[in-house]
């Protein structure tokens, strides 16, 4: 599993941007990747409403409003310095490190 997650600049905790879709231009901090489906689950963002029956964990039943995974390709990374979604590149540093930069700004991508 450690792999597959290697092959996505977006990472857990990053703040995105909506490109596409019906929640189009929203922002939201990444709550989960799943690496299997390409899809994120963005803090927020892509509300659906699931019915659910009381039972012996949920007292009471009803309507409960959560967040759907979106995928992977309709969001993007949102840039510190411009505030707002950017694409993504590698650049090679003067050390010769490769890194992630945001190909508008050439801002580089500093990941703990």
């Given at each position: 599993?450690?792999?597959?997650?290697?092959?996505?600049?977006?990472?857990?905790?990053?703040?995105?941007?909506?490109?596409?879709?019906k929640e189009k231009g929203k922002?939201?901090?990444?709550?989960?990747?799943l690496p299997k489906k390409n899809?994120?689950?963005v803090e927020k963002v892509n509300f659906i409403k699931?019915?659910?029956?009381p039972s012996g964990r949920t007292r009471q039943g009803g309507?409960?409003?959560k967040?759907?995974?979106?995928?992977?390709?309709?969001?993007l990374?949102?840039?510190?310095?411009?505030?707002?979604?950017?694409?993504?590149g590698k650049r090679v540093l003067q050390d010769g490190k490769k890194a992630l930069a945001y190909k508008k700004c050439g801002e580089i991508i500093e990941r703990t």
């Open positions: 599993m450690a792999i597959e997650l290697l092959k996505f600049r977006i990472r857990k905790n990053d703040l995105v941007q909506v490109i596409a879709g922002t939201g901090k990444v709550l989960k990747i899809r994120v689950l699931r019915h659910s029956r309507i409960i409003q967040e759907a995974p979106i995928h992977i390709s309709n969001v990374l949102v840039c510190p310095k411009c505030n707002r979604g950017a694409r993504m």
